[in-house]
């Protein structure tokens, strides 16, 4: 029989049978532990990719591994189905964003289920439908009592030419991906979450994750709420009564201040504007215009600005000081204003040196504090950014930086021109978008009334059937008559609806709560199913997420739990951020653009090892990396062709052997066809001994059998597996116990008995390492191992429906009789030696000291000291 035919024939047999049983669905009880494992949910774009089938196997690895524990296991799934592309597909096509979505969710849910991830499907959910964006709305209207939501005027993105609102990614390098004209900013009014009130819950929460989440995305999150301990200070425009004000956490360097620089918007700028020369005016503009262009926050930039001609007064020193606009001060981030101290900050170092400005060292190395004390300045190579003493400061001359901050900022506040402070990076969550395809916000306008709440008990507010997406001005809600008219719910006037929707990461903030109780129509959720499930045991998702959707979720649980609708602070106790799906992609000079591999033919040396690639067409050289797969490469590879070629379980045993979760999957189709061969040697080997229907039936107790040295060989091996496998999954190695399990099966393979003839011992000996194998391989190949645990338990209950558990070693059979020692001299291994594992130290001293090759590097030398590691290894020092 065909192989591909068996898998997908084995595939789809138990995939109807877990839907009949509803083997996966999970239901509250008390006689198990429940645990929470969950995935981010997809966006629906029609396909999964690759990146897919890997995020989605791990979780279900660790979903099956949990279950055959004795866990309750919630595994759900659901779609994160508001957002962009399905209005750009409107835009673009016609078509309506909800049959687009609808019909994606189709394609994906059953490429999701051919792959056999083990999802309670009975509690999916989508953003797009009523039933859940209800309650976007319902926890909006509850942040509005609460003073957590709130609307003002912010800047946007804005085409002057489609007259809309665009997202960063719409304005990427400052033009506007329709129609290519400059981008704008502009002040337009937008609702915002209040985020910045749990700033420090956010900060100090992080104690309760640490030990699960990843360091890496905890310090993402810390940089970009970034609190910051410092003072205010007010530095007078000379001869003016105007000041500025200035955030900075090392006051301890005011003495160095060379220049006050502030963004082109700052009030200074309409204040003195026309004072200013042309060449200034200009430069200002210019600053503007490049600032417009949406950037990350991460992104360097060339510092570039200009000298006002006006002067500040330093409140310390009394020194004026030139007032200059820059570029790298932003109004919308601290108070538009900073004091540059080029000896002690890097940024400020880089802009200094650019156009000549004096650079003075105020903060020395305890040990220099004399030299700098007889010299005016250093030569810097770069700016010295570490506390220490003050020189070049007055009366602070001396004091060090920690003591000096103190009392400098008490100095400050008794001449009124300063304050101490804490502020933050982080920013309220503006959650305006000017689009359709998202949950409409529950305000209704009136002009006698002002902005006005939707009445809970009036929730939904729904999308309307359809819209004019045309991609141009406001909205397309606010095309729309009969969804902008209303009446007022205070007065019952004339009014009007809010036409933005929401930021789709208000669907996803919160959608883990909702897979508790996914049918609710009157709540977001009981608050007794969401206290049994969560938090969440672990999450599984892209490090893309750490500082958007991560610190998201973080926030709402704390809002939920303000709303009395949770007991806990933290939404998830571990994170595993998984690594990228890679593979080879080719490009063409001559075209330049991406090939497809199709295009391509290899050019080898004499061993038959890729040396380079061409053009079949031409034989121009292509040049070959390896990136993350998609669509613009060309190098993208097709689940379904996959599944279809190999079966889901090849497909989902590779992605899981081929590479740890956190590190990049480089995709080969090689290794896959190896996972194949795996499979199959398995399966062979199964079905082998299980042909011996009497022998096998009777192979069930170890009680007063005798063992040959192979068989012995084969349960010692298999409990081996079972420790290495199980140490595995506690620590979240989820690659290394395929490993494992190939080498288990290489070791039944050593058996070398006619099944015909095997004794009794052998029998057992083999049937206890195929159940036990198939047990383990289970979370990583579920059809093939319900296939296998049928044909060896005789029953058609499935491997859950049996009760069957993850085995459990017996550490005495998996104990060596015989162990390898290391012995080192000074360090380097010189020899090893074969003890029982149960030799004393004593006896394993004397063991190394009495080998030849040991005595060979301490003959006419003076024993030190022997270390002596119990199981592992002797070291002898010598001199």
């Not at 047999?13 to 999970?26: L, V, Y």
């Not at 009564?241 to 006051?251: G, L, Q, S």
């Not at 001449?415 to 933050?424: D, I, K, L, N, V």
């Not at 896959?672 to 069930?700: C, H, M, N, S």
């Amino acid at each position: 029989m065909d192989e591909k035919y068996f898998a997908q024939k084995i595939e789809r047999k138990w995939q109807r049978r877990w839907a009949e049983r509803g083997t996966f669905q999970a239901k509250m009880e008390n006689e198990r532990e429940p645990f929470y494992c969950l995935e981010m949910l997809p966006y629906p774009s029609g396909k999964l990719h690759m990146g897919h089938v890997r995020n989605y196997s791990i979780g279900d690895v660790l979903a099956w591994y949990k279950r055959l524990q004795g866990y309750n296991v919630l595994h759900p799934i659901g779609w994160d189905s508001f957002g962009q592309p399905a209005e750009q597909a409107a835009i673009q096509k016609g078509v309506n964003p909800r049959d687009w979505t609808e019909d994606n969710i189709k394609q994906m849910r059953e490429q999701l289920q051919s792959l056999g991830i083990s999802y309670d499907w009975s509690r999916e959910i989508a953003a797009h439908r009523p039933e859940y964006y209800k309650f976007d709305q319902w926890f909006f209207l509850k942040m509005l009592e609460k003073g957590l939501a709130y609307r003002k005027d912010s800047e946007v993105n804005w085409c002057p030419k489609c007259k809309t609102t665009l997202s960063n990614e719409q304005a990427s390098g400052g033009i506007c991906w329709r129609c290519g004209t400059p981008v704008e900013k502009q002040m337009r009014p937008q609702w915002f979450l209040r985020i910045t009130k749990y700033a420090d819950e956010l900060l100090d929460g992080m104690s309760q994750i640490e030990d699960g989440w990843a360091e890496r995305v905890l310090t993402m999150q810390r940089n970009w709420i970034n609190k910051s301990r410092g003072a205010f200070l007010e530095f007078e425009v000379s001869k003016t009564e105007f000041k500025i004000r200035v955030f900075t956490t090392r006051i301890d360097t005011i003495y160095g201040v060379n220049s006050i620089v502030v963004a082109p918007e700052h009030p200074f700028i309409d204040e003195f504007g026309s004072e200013f020369s042309t060449e200034v005016t200009d430069k200002i503009e210019a600053i503007k215009v490049e600032q417009a262009k949406p950037k990350d926050y991460d992104d360097e930039i060339e510092k570039d600005g200009i000298d006002t001609g006006l002067r500040a007064v330093n409140p310390f020193s009394g020194e004026e000081i030139p007032i200059w606009v820059g570029n790298y001060v932003m109004m919308s981030y601290g108070t538009g204003a900073v004091m540059s101290v080029p000896a002690h900050d890097e940024r400020d170092f880089e802009f200094a040196k650019k156009f000549g400005l004096p650079i003075r060292q105020v903060i020395s190395e305890p040990h220099l504090v004399h030299e700098h004390q007889q010299m005016q300045a250093l030569a810097l190579e770069e700016a010295f950014t570490h506390e220490g003493v003050l020189v070049h400061s007055d009366y602070w001359n001396g004091k060090k930086s920690k003591n000096a901050i103190k009392e400098m900022v008490r100095h400050a506040e008794s001449h009124g021109f300063g304050e101490g402070a804490t502020t933050y990076r982080l920013r309220d969550w503006g959650i305006s978008r000017q689009r359709f395809w998202g949950s409409p916000i529950p305000i209704i306008y009136c002009e006698s009334c002002g902005a006005v709440p939707v009445p809970i008990d009036e929730l939904p507010v729904e999308l309307p059937e359809s819209a004019p997406f045309t991609g141009v001005g406001e909205s397309p809600l606010a095309k729309v008559e009969e969804f902008v008219n209303t009446s007022c719910p205070k007065c019952g006037e004339n009014a009007k609806r809010e036409t933005d929707t929401m930021d789709t990461f208000v669907d996803s903030a919160w959608y883990y709560f909702r897979y508790c109780d996914p049918h609710n129509e009157t709540m977001p959720f009981d608050s007794d199913a969401v206290n049994y499930w969560m938090p969440v045991d672990q999450y599984i998702g892209g490090i893309d997420h750490a500082v958007m959707h991560l610190l998201y979720t973080r926030f709402w649980s704390k809002v939920a739990r303000d709303l009395g609708l949770v007991d806990f602070d933290e939404p998830a106790k571990r994170l595993l951020t998984q690594g990228m799906v890679v593979t080879e992609s080719f490009y063409s000079k001559e075209r330049e653009s991406y090939v497809s591999p199709d295009e391509v033919e290899f050019d080898h040396d004499d061993s038959g090892k890729i040396i380079g690639a061409r053009l079949k067409s031409d034989g121009s050289p292509l040049i070959v990396a390896v990136e993350k797969m998609g669509k613009s490469k060309l190098n993208g590879i097709d689940p379904n062709d996959m599944i279809s070629i190999y079966g889901a379980d090849a497909v989902r045993t590779f992605s899981m052997f081929a590479a740890p979760a956190e590190n990049e999957l480089v995709w080969q189709e090689t290794g896959i066809e190896g996972a194949v061969r795996f499979i199959q040697r398995v399966w062979r080997y199964v079905y082998k001994w299980r042909a011996q229907g009497g022998k096998w039936k009777a192979a069930t107790s170890a009680e007063g059998l005798e063992f040959s040295d192979e068989a012995e060989k084969l349960r010692k091996k298999t409990h081996q597996t079972i420790m290495r496998v199980s140490e595995n999954f506690s620590t979240g190695q989820f690659n290394t116990p395929v490993a494992a399990l190939m080498e288990l099966s290489n070791t039944m393979y050593d058996l070398k008995v006619d099944p015909e003839i095997a004794t009794e011992g052998d029998f057992f000996a083999v049937r206890e390492a195929c159940e036990n194998l198939t047990l383990m391989l289970t979370p990583y190949a579920p059809h093939v191992s319900e296939e296998l645990w049928e044909a060896m338990s005789g029953s058609n209950a499935g491997i859950l429906e049996s009760d069957a558990r993850f085995p459990v070693a017996d550490e005495t059979i998996a104990k060596e009789d015989e162990i390898e020692i290391v012995v080192q001299v000074n360090g380097k291994v010189r020899a090893r030696v074969m003890a029982s594992a149960e030799v004393s130290k004593d006896d394993l001293e004397k063991a190394a000291l009495s080998n030849e090759k040991i005595g060979e590097y301490t003959e006419g030398k003076k024993i030190v000291k022997v270390i002596v590691v119990p199981g592992r290894l002797v070291n002898v020092v010598v001199k």
